[in-house]
């Protein structure tokens, strides 16, 4: 089956832009999560939702980020007037509800010049 | 808060066993797990304890330890395709999990 698949893979942006980055989950996953991973570090957690619960937020930098998810399906995070330090890869993961096992899409790698 | 320590970078021979080991400090505890990531790659699961003990999945195997917050993953006859970033990975509290910082492997012919 499909895995989890994000948008656009490569995105260059000017500082002070706005960016929206795409996650499409696996079909049948409740559970989405997005990360960011700067070069040669962990993965920080961002934010987290979870079927029509409202979403757990406690990981987002800064109110320039916001994220949501239609229809419990896609979800799409954006940056507002982006600034260097955004620069990153940023991942999507879904699960299962009930489940610890992530699913991590391949990424969007944001440069802000 | 939550913390996780492993060691930066690892390497070891072809053939040969590894062993990778996490300490965490958490408040609040579901369990630990373990991922992998090529270069340029995503994280993919490689394992989740939430009970102590070891849990074996073919070559690679991962202990837990939550009297001594610790863990670590194993990795037995080494291949050259196992060099990567192995992350461990805390649950606790939420269903987010915070990452360590990752320990790169290298294999070596």
């Known amino acids: 089956g499909a895995g989890v698949s994000q948008s656009p893979s490569n995105k260059v942006t000017e500082k002070g832009k706005d960016v929206e980055l795409r996650c499409d989950p696996i079909s049948g996953h409740t559970a989405l999560y997005w990360y960011r991973q700067s070069l040669g570090q962990g993965l920080e957690f961002l934010i987290y939702?979870?079927?029509?619960?409202?979403?757990?937020k406690s990981g987002l930098p800064s109110d320039r980020f916001s994220a949501e998810r239609t229809g419990g399906s896609v979800s799409t995070l954006t940056i507002q007037r982006t600034q260097q330090e955004d620069s990153a890869v940023y991942l999507c993961?879904?699960?299962?509800?009930?489940?610890?096992?992530?699913?991590f899409g391949p990424g969007t790698r944001l440069t802000v010049t | 808060g939550q913390s996780l320590e492993q060691p930066s970078e690892v390497t070891a021979v072809e053939g040969a066993i590894v062993q990778i080991n996490c300490t965490y400090q958490?408040?609040?505890?579901?369990?630990l797990s373990w991922y992998q990531q090529h270069d340029g790659g995503a994280p993919t699961f490689l394992s989740y304890?939430?009970?102590?003990g070891l849990e074996e999945t073919g070559r690679f195997s991962s202990f837990l330890s939550r009297s001594d917050s610790y863990g670590y993953l194993l990795l037995q006859e080494l291949q050259m395709k196992d060099s990567a970033s192995y992350f461990c990975?805390?649950?606790?509290?939420?269903?987010?999990?915070?990452f360590g910082s990752g320990t790169r492997l290298q294999v070596q012919p």
């Open positions: 990975a805390l649950a606790a509290g939420r269903r987010a999990l915070t």
């Open positions: 939702f979870q079927g029509n619960s409202a979403p757990d």
């Open positions: 304890n939430a009970l102590d």
């Open positions: 993961a879904s699960s299962r509800q009930e489940s610890y096992e992530q699913y």
């Open positions: 958490t408040s609040g505890f579901y369990g």
